[in-house]
Every structure is written in structure tokens, then in C-alpha cells.
T-cell receptor
């Protein structure tokens, strides 16, 4: 049972470099999102998607791009890495309840990707 | 809401005792309030949720209490075990048809054997 898979688990970048964090889920979930976790800050939402072809900004979107071409994949792109982007990144997915029922907020998280920008 | 700081609030509890982790939330419009557990080196894991029209919900060894008057949420863990040692996050979801979940800064629970 794979669930939510993130790659790579660890990455070191130099300032100005670009890279993509990969996220894939095999649960056919409509919702996917990216969070970053910093000491004492909890998890902050970067971008999210409510379905293939639809993305939107979260709380801290600057410096990051996303796309959602398939239900399964939701990559996060850092266009020009900065030391302030040193963090642990988590991808999460969730289902949508049928019939207009409010969604509970149950998210399924990957194991995280630890990024260091020098 | 919770203040931001460099150090997590920490709760130390003797094994076998009950634990109570508290959380203040800020948004009265949230539909659901959720508790997550994060073990070291892992992603957060859903524990239990409570809808905004309820004030108490019980699960296996856990109880969540919601006080909307003072915007307070708590997680009670009965008979705390070493495996309960983790960081616990409260979160809120303003549903509106999509999962946009906002997290607090977390509380570290240390279980003393």
C-alpha cells in the first residue's frame, strides 16, 4: 500500500538552482496539497489542487510553482532556490465526500522531503 | 490563534497517566477541527476530527473536546503509552468544498516510562 510517495527524501541545492519535488498518490484522491514545515511554525500551505488541471495558492506560494496534469501527480517546482526555502516539505492528498457533505480535513501525508539550500 | 515561536510547547507525562493537549483556534467559520500526530522523521497522521456542531467526540483512547465560546480545542489521551510520544497538531478546515487545512504550531508530548 504505497499511499502518498514523495521523492527525493533529501536534497541539497545551491542558491539559484532549480528543482522539482515529486509527489504521487495511488488512492485516486481529488485533493492534493503541498506544505512546508519549519521549526516552531507548524505546517504552512504552499499550493493546493482540487482536481486535475486546477491549482490554487495557499499561505506561502512565493517562489514555488505547481501543476496537476493527472489525478495521481502533483509536483512542486522551485524556480530559483533561496536559503529561506530550506525546510521539510510534505505532500498530502485527500478525498472529497459525495453529496455536498463538508470535508472533514483528513489528509494523508507523505514521508516528507528535506531540502537544504546553501 | 497560537503564537509563533522557535520552540515547541512541551508536555511531559508519566506512562499510564492521562494527557491533555490544548489548542486555541482563530477562525469561527471552520467546519471541522482535526488532531494530527507526527512521529520523528515521519509525516503527520490523522488521529480524530470533530465537526463544528459537536462539543465532544471519542475514539480509541482519545477524546476531543470543542469549546466554541472560547475557541478552544483539546485532545485527551487516556493511559498514555511510550508510543504516544510525538508532536501533536491541531488543525482546522474551512471546507467550502475543498480541503484547505490550517495547522497550529504543535505540542510535543514526552512520555516518561
Amino acid at each position: 500500500n504505497a499511499g502518498v510517495t514523495q521523492t527525493p527524501k533529501f536534497q541539497v541545492l545551491k542558491t539559484g538552482q532549480s528543482m522539482t519535488l515529486q509527489c504521487a498518490q495511488d488512492m485516486n484522491h481529488e485533493y492534493m496539497s503541498w506544505y512546508r514545515q519549519d521549526p516552531g511554525m507548524g505546517l504552512r500551505l504552499i499550493h493546493y489542487s482540487v482536481g486535475a488541471g486546477i491549482t490554487d495558492q495557499g499561505e506561502v506560494p512565493n517562489g514555488y510553482n505547481v501543476s496537476r496534469s493527472t489525478t495521481e501527480d502533483f509536483p512542486l517546482r522551485l524556480l530559483s532556490a533561496a536559503p529561506s526555502q530550506t525546510s521539510v516539505y510534505f505532500c498530502a492528498s485527500s478525498y472529497r465526500l459525495a453529496g455536498g457533505t463538508p470535508n472533514t480535513g483528513e489528509l494523508f501525508f507523505g514521508e516528507g522531503s528535506r531540502l537544504t539550500v546553501l | 490563534g497560537e503564537s509563533v515561536g522557535l520552540h515547541l510547547p512541551t508536555l511531559s507525562v508519566q506512562e499510564g497517566d492521562n494527557s491533555i493537549i490544548n489548542c486555541a483556534y482563530s477562525n469561527s467559520a471552520s467546519d471541522y477541527f482535526i488532531w494530527y500526530k507526527q512521529e520523528s522523521g515521519k509525516g503527520p497522521q490523522f488521529i480524530i476530527d470533530i465537526r463544528s456542531n459537536m462539543d465532544k467526540r471519542q475514539g480509541q483512547r482519545v477524546t476531543v473536546l470543542l469549546n466554541k465560546t472560547v475557541k478552544h480545542l483539546s485532545l485527551q489521551i487516556a493511559a498514555t503509552q511510550p508510543g504516544d510520544s510525538a508532536v501533536y497538531f491541531c488543525a482546522e478546515n474551512i471546507s467550502g468544498g475543498y480541503q484547505k487545512v490550517t495547522f497550529g504550531i504543535g505540542t510535543k508530548l514526552q512520555v516518561i516510562p
